[in-house]
């Protein structure tokens, strides 16, 4: 079938294209689209039966006529050909080189949609990764074949954020480097030249594949493309034994293609119009980070996304939150008190710490640290919340103390340089300067045995 | 044979001849399987358990003959399934590491061997019934599995098979009833999962289900043959609870169905349950355990049936006499599995997209929770225990209001507390318990008379905190009384050394009844004595920089649950010191006087 070209459509609407059944197209199927110009679109079978076929077209139906345009059922689903060559390249949503080299040639193909990893074949998570970032590796730490999203807001330096992770992640006793894929939907160009020499100046550049979708590019194209980069994520980790760090941005332009479609489609909406499968349909995405038994490579993944108007019970963070492990929440207001990163501490969480740090990985009293800075902070924001009601001269002695503490916390522990990399070792040192401002009868989470050991309560600073 | 005529996503119209509702159909080259569920005209509607991709019109059908149907017999603990029961493991042997489309396995293991030794009543001409037990079979080191006669057959032994190993496939007797027909009956039978199993009646139960976490055991009680549920939004530490449930639950067996969750929560259980033992046997928790997993990755249909194939083998369990968990994880993963497939359906969609029948298919399926005299005239039990997942963390939506209805002991997850890492984060304002009248017999037998006024004080002491906190957010702590103060400072006592339990910590993971109670008493008399020393003009500030209140509130994890004496050793210390501060105000405040 792969020669024949059909002229059968019969309507046109958005990004769908009506086609008379009969040519047996399978569920998935690849089409080509050439209309009278000569110019070839890309589309995909989402719909089939023997009376009629429904294919969505990337490029949208735009200047498309009934009469002239021929289809070409290409037989396969859609396919990325795979080489170690990918590395040091930039392609578009469907593997395409975009950096007017020569296109990949390879006998390794496999479709973007991979199939779902068997749970009984998974390994479960548990190296603990050295961001360098306190807020990360002391509060949320990250493990190597997680993921964990960096839900942010517009005009937050989540970019600059991601870049620095990309930059510093190791594993305290590796020297193996990461390989990073780096997949962009729906960004600015200019997003997308920061992280491009952001990787240039660090020196990763050969270790990394890009794949874009600019917000000038077809956003139907979106739907595939981090499809196409996990595909590719999955060969060099499984196939090559690469520790891959894949940065998705932004998962929210992905939700809104995809609630165009849906609407397109005439599914019926859920919440905000996003169609009843986005759960699903992201879960495709995100589960496939991981680690694999028996296989040396693995895959951590760090999706951004941006809340529509911050709102963190936004179906798309939402529905993201209930999927990967953890997130890491960004805070305007830190961000307006020049705090960098802003990282808002109590609703960030990393699911895969408590089996990734502790005496085997980081330091023994790294768990109860981390659970006494969070429940020391929180209280902390309480004591805050009151003084702006009554007043801070009105606040019990015990209360001052947590303020100072808090204040300490943000511009100390959060505020750290872009370029400045703590070791995990130094970001509890600093957390232990930090709780020696509180009474040690005011910290419940850590041992008296810590205590003993890490704690200089002086009551002249409190 | 027939063939496909259209592939719409999960589903698929297909025309086949003398098809049913609800039969099993085979699909295509690849022979993906899938569920009939609507008949129009020549046509019927099948949904699919597999993904339909690169499925095309025309491709043949077959029809199996019968409803989608589990197999019951040795062989279940300890494995892992998928939502139409095919053992991952084994799928993993025949395909690596990803699951491929249209393999059929069975169930249960043809090739391994059993030891079945008879009951004591099966000798020719005598008569047999549906659920009697046919005779026994070691599963495991804790698990005796009784095979039973499958409900349905029942008729005189014509003849049966001596003690000795055997497969399953292995005819065991053979039955000849009324009508003269004979039936074999083998070491596993099977049953369709959407049918509830047949027992002989329903018992009302008194027993809780004790899980070793003190807000659920001691505030919230679930008895064995319950209902509860789990709402709570993301970061709020559900699957925590829930495996702590998995682990230290009093049954005999636990299943754990993973329904559209995440795969490295089930690896997790995998991983970590085999090395741990069973409070109450002392055996390897993995030997009382089996999974269900539809990983959120996995096809949608077959996320619906997930919950029938592992409610199906709970009942199982319980006709052989056991206490049964079953832990869903979740709900309302299930329910929108039923919402994408309805909407497929172009029905008519009432709230937020949901179909109608949303609450009555919810109602039927925690009906399958009971507790019941079997067949076979022993007693066993069902719990279910199901999370849902409210999107936004917003408790009014359909999964989670309907569920509310039906079940009984709701366990409400709260944000804020998850946030301040107060774990387990169950909000003792919103959760309730409807067994706690029920459950009070018990804790009155074997723990303490006095356990159902305690945990109302305690509550109650919970309760007045709250409403004093807002008092404070408005007009600051200077505000209130000593007394006051003191039962804000009790009920953070409550809340730091009683309801916060650390699931990571080895002492404190594990709270045993006994130690629950006499952590409680412990609470409340220093409550008690403090609130009197304060009436005698005691300083509150005196009472709480005392060093023992960091002793109470690390006493969960400094005394194990075998050391209940060295407990009461350091409660009698700290009454006597109470008792002297007393002695010095009361002598002052008579002086005065």
Redesign the interface.
């Known amino acids: 079938m792969k020669q024949l070209e059909y002229r059968h459509v019969t309507a046109a609407r958005g990004s769908l294209l009506f086609l008379k ?1 009969g040519a ?6 690849r089409v080509s689209i050439r209309d009278k110009e000569g110019t070839i679109r890309n589309g995909q079978v989402i ?4 009376k009629m076929v429904l294919v969505q077209v990337f490029e949208s139906t735009n200047n498309l006529d009934i009469e002239n345009t021929w289809v070409r059922y290409l037989d396969t ?1 859609f396919e990325l050909a795979l080489s170690p060559d990918m590395l040091g390249r930039v392609f578009n949503g469907i593997g395409e080189p975009r950096d007017s080299r020569p296109p990949i040639v390879s006998s390794v193909v496999r ?1 973007v ?13 548990r190296e603990f990764i050295q961001t360098g970032i306190s807020t990360i590796d002391g509060l949320n730490s990250l493990i190597r074949g997680q993921k964990l999203p960096i839900f942010s807001g517009s005009g937050l330096p989540h970019n600059r954020l991601a870049a620095q992770i990309v930059r510093q992640a190791k594993l305290p006793d590796d020297a193996s480097n990461f390989v990073i894929v780096f997949a962009a939907m729906g960004v600015s160009h200019s997003d997308t030249h920061f992280f491009q020499s952001e990787f240039e100046s660090s020196g990763v550049l050969r270790n990394v594949v890009m794949f874009t979708n600019l917000a000038n590019d077809p956003p139907m194209e979106r739907l595939i493309l981090p499809r196409t980069a996990l595909t590719a994520a999955e060969y060099l980790a499984y196939e090559l034994d690469h520790h891959v760090l894949v940065v998705i941005t932004d998962m929210t332009n992905y939700a809104e293609a995809l609630r165009e479609v849906a609407t397109e489609k005439g ?5 905000k119009g996003y ?3 986005l ?2 349909d992201l ?2 995405i ?3 980070a ?1 680690r ?2 028996n ?1 040396h490579g693995s895959i951590t993944l760090i999706p951004i996304l941006s809340m529509p108007s911050d709102d963190i ?3 798309i963070p ?2 993201t ?3 990967t ?3 890491i929440v960004l805070s305007r207001e830190l961000n307006s008190m020049s705090i960098y990163p802003p990282v808002n501490v ?2 960030s ?1 990393s ?2 710490m ?2 990734g740090i502790g005496r085997d990985y980081t330091r023994d009293d790294h ?1 109860r640290v981390a ?1 006494q800075l ?2 020391s902070y ?2 902390a924001l309480e004591a805050r ?2 003084a702006s ?2 007043g801070s001269e ?3 002695q015990r209360d001052q103390s947590f303020i100072k503490f808090a204040n300490a916390f943000e511009n100390q522990f959060i505020q750290q340089g872009e370029d400045e990399e703590r070791s995990i070792i130094e970001t509890l040192d600093l957390s232990w300067e930090l709780l020696s401002r509180l009474p ?2 005011e910290l ?2 850590v ?2 045995e810590d205590i003993q050991k890490y704690h200089s309560w002086d009551s002249s600073l409190g | 044979m027939g063939k496909v005529i259209e592939v719409n996503g999960p589903l698929v119209t297909i025309q086949l001849p003398n098809i049913r509702n609800g039969e099993q159909v085979r699909i295509g080259k690849l022979g993906l399987m899938g569920e009939v569920i609507n008949l129009r005209e020549a046509n019927a509607l099948v949904q699919v358990y597999e993904s339909t991709d690169s499925l095309q019109p025309g491709e043949h059908v077959e029809g199996l003959g019968k409803p989608l149907s589990v197999e019951l017999g040795p062989g279940l603990l300890g494995q892992i399934f998928d939502g139409i029961q095919r053992p991952l493991k084994k799928i993993m042997e025949l395909s690596g590491e990803q699951v491929i489309r249209g393999l059929s396995v069975a169930a249960l293991d043809r090739e391994q061997l059993w030891h079945f030794v008879p009951s004591a009543n099966i000798v020719s001409g005598e008569n047999l019934h549906g659920g009697d037990i046919l005779g026994t079979v070691q599963e495991t080191e804790t698990i005796q599995h009784r095979i039973l006669v499958p409900p349905g057959s029942q008729g005189e032994i014509i003849k049966h098979a001596p003690e000795g190993d055997y497969a399953v496939e292995e005819v065991l007797a053979h039955l000849k009833d009324a009508q003269g027909r004979v039936h074999e009956l083998k070491m596993y039978h099977e049953w369709p999962v959407r049918t509830p199993r047949p027992y002989h009646s329903r018992t009302q139960s008194e027993q809780p289900l004790i899980t070793g976490q003190r807000i659920l055991d001691t505030f919230f009680p679930l008895l064995k043959g319950g209902k509860a549920a789990i709402p709570g939004p993301f970061g709020a530490g559900k699957t925590m609870v829930q495996q702590q449930i998995a682990r230290w639950a009093n049954a005999d067996i636990v299943l754990y169905v993973g329904c559209g969750e995440r795969g490295n929560e089930l690896v997790d259980i995998l991983e970590t349950f085999p090395q741990l033992t069973d409070p109450h046997s002392g055996h390897p928790l993995m030997e009382r355990t089996f999974l269900v997993a539809n990983t959120s990755n996995m096809p949608v249909v077959a996320r619906e049936a997930s919950i029938y194939v592992g409610v199906t083998m709970a009942e199982y369990f319980r006709d052989q006499g056991y206490d049964v968990v079953m832990v869903a994880d979740s709900t309302s993963r299930w329910a929108e599995a039923l919402r994408e497939v309805a909407g497929r359906l172009g029905q008519m969609p009432v709230e937020e997209g949901y179909p109608a029948y949303l609450a009555s298919r919810l109602a039927a399926f925690y009906e399958r929770a009971g507790s019941i005299n079997t067949l076979s005239g022993d007693t066993g039990s069902v719990t279910l225990i199901g999370a849902v997942s409210p999107p936004g963390g917003d408790f009014s939506e359909p999964v989670t209001s309907h569920t509310k209805e039906i079940i009984r002991t709701f366990w409400a997850l709260s944000k804020p507390l998850a946030d301040a890492r107060h774990y387990p984060a169950i909000s003792w304002i919103e959760s309730f318990s409807g067994y706690e009248s029920r459950a009070k017999q018990w804790w009155a037998d074997h723990i303490d008379p006095s356990w159902s006024h305690r945990r109302k004080q305690a509550l109650s002491l919970l309760t007045q905190a709250d409403e004093l906190e807002r008092i404070v957010n408005l007009v600051g702590p200077e505000a209130l009384s000593s007394t006051q103060r003191w039962v804000l400072e009790s009920a953070n006592l409550i809340k730091d050394g009683l309801l916060q339990q650390s699931a990571l910590d080895e002492i404190d993971s594990y709270c045993a009844p006994e130690k629950q109670f006499a952590m409680l008493e412990i609470i409340l008399r220093f409550h008690e004595m403090g609130q009197e020393l304060i009436t005698l003009g005691t300083p509150v500030e005196q009472l709480t920089q005392l060093p023992d209140n960091s002793k109470i509130r690390r006493m969960k994890s400094t005394f194990g649950n075998d050391q209940s004496e060295q407990l009461q050793e350091f409660g009698n210390n700290l009454w006597e010191k109470l008792d002297k501060i007393r002695a010095e105000y009361a002598s002052t405040s008579e002086i005065a006087r």
């Open positions: 059944g047996h197209a399978a569920l998935g199927e719909r089939t039966s023997e689903p479709s949609n991979g199939a779902p990893v068997n749970p009984a074949a998974r390994a479960y998570p599914d019926v909406p859920s919440r169609p009843g499968y759960y699903s879960a495709e995100y589960e496939r991981g694999i038994q296989r019970t936004h179906p939402d529905l939150g209930y999927i492990e953890g997130q109590p609703p969480l699911r895969l408590k089996d768990p659970s969070y429940s929180t209280r919340n009151l009601i009554i009105e606040l019990s040690p009868e419940s989470r041992t008296e």
